[in-house]
């Protein structure tokens, strides 16, 4: 059931716990965090969530800016803001140590939020993320930006639907942009141009020499076919860290969590299972 917590600066933040009993949660309670992708409602992590045991606490939230969460001009959407608040929802809940799950723009708010406060982290599974923009990158998300300006969910999502799934995906769907478009009712267009514009300043972060310190290990799962982080991007990520896998998903683009489920949720199961 949806709850809403308030952050410290007055943002309300949309979730979902499922450990009714907070009192049952110690020192020793594992739970589960998922990180959304930039445009993505954290029901979508509902059907790759299914392998986990129901008894293992499990976090969903919109990020501030995202869906229904808040997104008051007058305060602040950043990488930084997004792990402050993540930090005080996990703390209103009582959790001390959980397993960091993310995508895209989650993978990236996953890690910085594991060099800002890695006594959290447990274990991270970073999918399909960035830990820098390129020039390329750059355009990309200006374009999107420009989609999502238009206030036309057609428009807005064929600013990218080419950059985050693969050709062959988008062939074996009918309609797919007019199918996502449908979809996208309550969808916070003002939210999306403050994420995009957060996002653009991802390398103020210096997210590959932070994450050099990282002492949990990490699992990286990349995309062949993606098309907006490629897959070279996770090889720059694994190659910082003390202890790292790399998987590639082949047959896939940038949303792998949309197109191979079945092989995303086996990962996550896996992933929590150790």
């Avoid at 594991?114 to 993320?129: C, D, F, K, R």
Wanted: glycine letters at 6%; hydrophobic letters at 40%; proline letters at 3%.
């Amino acid at each position: 059931m949806k709850n809403e917590f308030l952050t410290l600066d007055g943002i309300k933040i949309e979730y979902e716990y499922n450990c009714q009993k907070y009192d049952d949660v110690d020192d020793k309670t594992v739970a589960i965090v998922f990180l959304n992708g930039i445009f993505m409602h954290y029901e979508s992590w509902k059907v790759l969530s299914k392998g986990i045991p129901q008894n293992i606490p499990m976090l969903f939230h919109n990020f501030r800016c995202q869906w229904g969460s808040g997104c008051a001009v007058d305060k602040e959407c950043s990488f930084e803001r997004h792990a402050e608040d993540l930090k005080e929802l996990l703390d209103y809940l009582g959790i001390k140590k959980a397993k960091f799950i993310g995508t895209s723009y989650g993978g990236e708010v996953g890690m910085l939020f594991g060099a800002m406060y890695p006594e959290y982290v447990e274990s991270m599974m970073v999918i399909t993320s960035t830990a820098r923009i390129d020039k390329v990158m750059e355009s990309k998300a200006l374009r999107w930006r420009d989609g999502a300006k238009s206030r036309n969910s057609e428009i807005f999502v064929n600013s990218w639907l080419t950059d985050v799934y693969s050709e062959g995906y988008i062939n074996s769907i009918n309609n797919l942009s007019q199918i996502i478009a449908s979809r996208l009712t309550g969808f916070n267009y003002d939210g999306a141009e403050r994420l995009l514009e957060a996002f653009l300043k991802l390398n103020d972060l210096n997210l590959l020499g932070r994450i050099k310190n990282f002492e949990f290990p990490v699992l990286i799962i990349s995309a062949e076919e993606d098309n907006i982080k490629p897959k070279k991007f996770s090889e720059e990520i694994y190659k910082q860290l003390k202890s790292a896998l790399h998987l590639t998903i082949p047959n896939s683009g940038h949303a792998v969590v949309v197109e191979r489920p079945k092989e995303i949720g086996y990962l996550i199961s896996t992933f929590v299972r150790n």
